[in-house]
């Protein structure tokens, strides 16, 4: 003992551990179930989300902030909607502005938003109670920003109408912060990341903490970030700006943009683990931050560890795969048949195409085995990964049914067919993808790297396993960190008609054929090129290994039939539609999922309504009266000609009984046709359809002015469409573990006429 007393000492120097901030995870707590129970769902614009930000600015007086207020956003870029920002300020000793940032909107009127992003706003407002306690050097500014779900709307507001943002060095969001799985740090945006000094002290902090499970997903932001917004947070505004920004995100496996992202589903403990280290980040930076500005690299993290690789080195990377491309292909064009040798079998390719498409069939239809067998349409939902694994054995009884066939479809001895196929394919790749984004070229010059020395080298084993891990990091791109959250959203989106079910699994299937192709070529240019190998290849194709595959198949099989569809993360959401057509008097009601409507409840005027089938859409007929008063419209037309040109000035006036979720006026006369629009309102051309639109309910008075101009004889076209987040006729639906979202919609139709 007293030799370990000794070299404490030491091993603390060698090993600094931080004690935890006075973050308060209880506190926390009860924000984040004021925002998302008591204040509840929060939509950009809605009175919630203005409530929810007068609480924040509360908290931020009640904690110290020398100034707290609501910035007005009179506009969003897409539809008019106001909105605002929750803003405190604790004045430092120097101008030099930190800023810490949660967005306090949820995504939809169903959706509590407890995880996406009411746990960011708690985070935020309790780490302000935490550091307005203390003297610093840097002006702290807390938001909580609006509009986040609707593309950022807040934070781009911000950075244009901010009077002090060349002072701001450094900004922190936090969006999600639940429980102790895996946080994302995002340090990047479309053309843009973080600099290298700040994300390595993400990871230095949060580690020193003695936390664990940061991570990078490399492959999912090279591809999310390649278009101009992806599925981001609002750090990106400031990225944009040439501001030090990064984003810390909890476990996107959880139910978000779903109204089971609610407080009883949310782990507190994420909230302390987060609150932590933004905190130890602000206490690191107070001082001033190393460099100002953004850089551009590609990140890898390896354990606790990131690597950063300039562009420049991801470019070079790219050469050298294409270097050694070359000097492979220079090496088995040596080793080819001649081009004019009496046995050469011809179509080799495309017969290797086919076994790429019986492959991806095996492995895309394999959860549909399942789906079969109990009778539901997504049986992945709560267990995505061992449906990866099931793929996987499908995929393999799809090679040894191609390696079967490949002895009676003769197929070409020569490797050099295969692999100038796979070697051209995968330039290709390389080629477009550094079109999108340059980051994007690690993935195919990585395989195009790994085929090449397995057609360089000479050892059988070595071949193998260099072709066998080729296709690794091309899959990453699709099969990426944030897959999970991706395909869950797709499959309950997804239309249940037979034509929409060709459509789709037609271009997926040919899709992943084509990905997958240069693989396949890839594999049969090692069989060919190592008559070792070849006679592996035989053994492979007997019956026996056949029989292991099937069994390893149906056991795994056996085991998802045994595991819950869903649960209390994962529910079936129903959409409960119910429209009135005001001019054509009209009533439909619609009950459309992603999933089988099977055992299905309705109980409507006095009867119940049974549904017992594989469909994903009914049309229910109404059997009382359907309440047709909701809405109003009144217009006021004025017209006058000169020349072939008749102007238009309207007013349109829409009552609402209650506060409509959303309202869309259109007005179309044909493509280019419509001279002259002008109104109040902000509105959007799309292909000559002008929509003015209104998000996340505005008030239950408008009014709407509207002038513009036709020529000739055309018409112009309106259509209005104003839709509630209640039903009008009243319904109740029963089936366990499902969610209903219901909408009324009542829509209006004229024509102004020269």
């Known amino acids: 003992m007293k030799s370990f007393g000794r070299l404490l000492p030491l091993f603390l120097l060698l090993h600094p551990l931080h004690s935890q901030t006075e973050f308060s995870q209880d506190n926390a707590t009860q924000i984040l179930k004021t925002l998302s129970v008591d204040i509840g769902p929060r939509p950009m614009g809605s009175p919630a989300e203005r409530q929810a930000m007068q609480y924040a600015i509360g908290k931020f007086r009640e904690y110290g902030c020398d100034t707290a207020y ?177 984003d810390f995100t909890t476990d996107v496996t959880k139910p978000i943009h779903t109204p089971r992202d609610n407080f009883e589903n949310f782990d507190a403990r994420g909230l302390k683990r987060t609150g932590d280290v933004i905190i130890r980040l602000v206490e690191r930076f107070d001082g001033g931050v190393p460099a100002r500005g953004t850089q551009q690299y590609w990140l890898y993290v390896i354990g606790e560890t990131p690597f950063f690789i300039s562009l420049t080195m991801v470019r070079l990377f790219a050469s050298v795969a294409i270097a050694f491309t070359i000097l492979a292909f220079i090496a088995v064009r040596k080793r080819r048949e001649p081009p004019d040798a009496p046995e050469r079998i011809r179509w080799s390719g495309i017969r290797v195409a086919l076994f790429s498409l019986i492959i991806v069939v095996c492995g895309w239809f394999s959860s549909d085995v399942i789906a079969i067998a109990r009778g539901i349409r997504h049986p992945w939902m709560t267990t995505i990964p061992w449906y990866y694994l099931l793929a996987a054995i499908a995929m393999s009884i799809g090679v040894w049914i191609s390696l079967r066939l490949s002895g009676t479809l003769r197929l070409s001895r020569c490797p050099y067919v295969y692999f100038r ?35 360089l080298s000479r050892n059988p084993f070595i071949k193998f396993l260099l072709v066998l891990i080729s296709p690794w990091w091309m899959l990453r791109i699709i099969f990426s960190e944030w897959s999970p959250l991706f395909f869950r959203g797709a499959a309950m989106g997804l239309p249940g008609d037979i034509g929409a079910w060709l459509a789709f699994n037609g271009i997926m299937l040919l899709f992943l054929t084509l990905y997958i192709l240069p693989f396949s070529y890839a594999g049969m240019a090692v069989l060919r090129d190592s008559p070792r190998l070849n006679i592996a290849a035989i053994r492979i194709k007997s019956g026996g290994i056949l029989a292991a595959m099937i069994v390893a198949f149906v056991t795994l099989s056996g085991y998802l039939l045994s595991q819950p569809v869903y649960d209390r993360l994962w529910y079936r959401d129903l959409h409960l539609d119910e429209s009135y057509d005001m001019t054509k008097r009209t009533k439909e009601i619609s009950v459309k999922s992603g999933e089988y409507l099977r055992n299905l409840k309705i109980a409507h005027g006095g009867t119940d309504t049974l549904i017992d089938a594989r469909v994903t859409s009914a049309v229910i007929a109404p059997r009382e009266s359907f309440d047709t008063t909701w809405v109003r419209v009144q217009r006021s037309e004025e017209k006058s000609q000169s020349g072939d040109t008749t102007t238009f000035n309207l007013e349109l006036l829409l009552s609402t009984r209650y506060r409509p979720y959303t309202v869309s006026v259109n007005y179309y006369a044909g493509k280019d046709k419509l001279k002259s629009f002008d109104t109040k309102w902000q509105f959007r051309n799309d292909w000559g359809l002008r929509s003015i639109e209104f998000y996340s309910f505005p008030d239950s008075i408008l009014k709407i002015p509207v002038k513009f101009q036709i020529t000739g004889d055309d018409s112009v076209k309106e259509r209005i469409e104003v839709t509630f987040d209640r039903l009008a006729y009243p319904m109740t639906v029963e089936r366990e573990l499902t969610y209903v979202i219901p909408r009324t919609r009542y829509s209006a139709s004229y024509v102004y006429r020269k």
């Open 70 to 246: 609501i910035m007005e956003m009179p506009y969003s870029t897409n539809v008019n909607t106001t909105s605002g920002i929750a803003i405190g300020v604790k004045r430092g000793a120097t101008q030099r502005i930190i800023l810490l940032g949660g967005h306090i909107d949820s995504a939809g009127p169903e959706i509590p938003g407890a995880d996406d992003d009411g746990s960011g706003s708690a985070t935020l407002i309790e780490a302000a109670r935490v550091l307005c306690n203390r003297s610093m050097q840097s002006t702290l500014v807390f938001c909580c920003w609006g509009g986040e779900e609707q593309g950022l709307e807040g934070s781009k507001y911000f950075v244009e109408h901010f009077a002090d943002l060349d002072s701001v060095v450094m900004m922190l969001q936090v969006d999600m912060a639940n429980g102790l799985g895996m946080i994302d740090l995002d340090p990047d945006t479309h053309g843009a990341s973080a600099p290298q000094w700040l994300v390595e002290a993400g990871y230095e902090e949060f580690y020193k903490l003695g936390y664990h499970n940061l991570d990078y997903a490399t492959h999912f932001y090279s591809l999310n970030y390649a278009q101009r917004q992806g599925a981001g947070s609002d750090h990106e505004s400031f990225l944009h700006k040439g501001i030090a920004a990064i």
């Open 421 to 455: 196929r796979a070697a051209i394919i995968l330039v290709v790749y390389l080629l477009a993808f550094g079109l999108v984004n340059v980051k994007l070229i690690v993935e195919p010059a990585a395989a195009l790297v790994l085929i090449s020395l397995a057609m």
